[in-house]
């Protein structure tokens, strides 16, 4: 499905840039949309954290510093933007939405861990950078960030069995009354090149602003659940 021209950026994963979602840009384009970069850089810290607290404390930084570029973006277009992030990005995604809904039409959200973090393979990567053994306080610092609010707008989380990287139970986005969670097949490096999660995107960013409805569309085999 095209789209009506609103504004849509693209949040990246865990030290991931710009350049890992230009393909599903590209495609955003193609269909009408603004399409736009985060423009950030990588999506982690340039001088590296040592705590949850300077963990949580980067995400903040970067929230807020994307809140200015949307709150420009709808000055200058006159409407919401939505937003699509892969991994980690999905994350930020969320917590601007739970921040500015005045800002934010939709999120969508491609392999995004949710729940306890330790349920990530990316876990001891994790680890390693940060450089200090986390604690259970930690993971609850983490969670209560994730679920600062109750999400007022609506929310489509992608998520695969065979992601690779993030488990099922982690990939469950916090429950609201327009929050989705569809599972399709992909891998979790593979979710901005699926035709499948492509379709999916379309398709949920083509509803009208405020008519938005839980996905009820073909469900395509058993490819889509």
């Known amino acids: 499905p095209r789209g009506d021209g609103h504004a849509v950026m693209t949040l990246p994963g865990f030290m991931a840039a710009d350049g890992s979602t230009a393909h599903l840009r590209k495609l955003l384009g193609d269909l009408g949309y603004r399409a736009l970069p985060w423009g950030l850089g990588r999506n982690t810290s340039d001088t590296g954290v040592t705590s949850m607290e300077e963990v949580l404390a980067y995400r903040a930084g970067v929230e807020a510093a994307l809140a200015v570029q949307i709150e420009e ?8 933007i939505s937003l699509v992030g892969w991994s980690l990005g999905g994350l930020i995604a969320t917590s601007l939405a739970q921040d500015r809904p005045d800002l934010v039409r939709q999120v969508i959200t491609l392999g995004t861990p949710f729940g306890d973090p330790r349920g990530t393979s ?45 488990s099922t139970d982690v990939a469950m986005p916090p429950e609201s009354p327009r929050t989705e969670a569809i599972r399709v097949l992909s891998s979790h490096i593979g979710f901005p090149f699926n035709p499948l999660v492509q379709y999916l995107i379309a398709e949920r960013l083509a509803q009208g602003e405020n008519s938005w409805l839980p996905y009820d569309g073909p469900r395509l085999g058993s490819l889509i659940d």
């Not at 973006?73 to 919401?80: A, N, Q, Y």
């Not at 001891?124 to 259970?136: A, D, F, K, L, P």
């Open 122 to 166: 990316v876990w001891s990567v994790m680890n390693r950078i940060y450089r200090r053994e986390v604690r259970s306080a930690d993971i609850d610092a983490w969670l209560a960030y994730n679920r600062k609010a109750i999400l007022q707008v609506p929310l489509t989380a992608l998520y695969s069995d065979s992601d690779g990287f993030v």
């Open 73 to 80: 973006e709808c000055d200058r277009s006159g409407g919401r």
